[in-house]
């Protein structure tokens, strides 16, 4: 199952060609739609596929208690959830629901692979909006 769903978001990232929609609210503020990817001074947005297959894979992982992210170097928001991730060791934290899950090899790989996928927004530094 864990391959299965590796296997989507992996294809989803690399045929990922349908753009989030960027919905603007009357305030004119962008809405949540996709996932927000931050890393070490960029930012990055995922498209609509690329964010469901991403949810898809946290929702198919086995999360534990307690999430103490002591090193980390991408965070993933949805508009609602923070997730902060360790490509090195192939964890994810998720802070806001205080748990954490550890990736197989395979699936941290394919995670990894799927940034350069990711649409590229700005270079600012790790200021979190």
């Known amino acids: 199952m864990k391959k299965l769903l ?13 753009a989030c929609s960027g919905n603007k609210d009357q305030d004119n503020k962008e809405t949540p739609n996709c996932i927000k990817v931050w890393s070490m001074g960029a930012d990055y947005q995922a498209n609509a596929e690329q964010s469901n297959a991403y949810k898809a894979l946290w929702n198919s992982l086995e999360w534990k208690e307690d999430a ?19 490509s090195l060791d192939g964890v994810f934290y998720d802070v806001t629901n205080n748990k954490h899950a550890n990736l197989p090899k395979e699936t941290n790989d394919q995670i990894r692979n799927s940034f350069k996928d990711l649409t590229f927004v700005r270079s600012n ?5």
Do not use: T
């Open 6 to 18: 590796a296997l989507v978001l992996v294809l989803a990232c690399v045929f990922g060609l349908v």
């Open 68 to 86: 103490n992210p002591s090193s980390y170097n991408y965070i993933f928001y949805d508009g609602q959830v923070s997730i902060y991730y360790n």
């Open 125 to 129: 530094g790790d200021v979190l909006d």
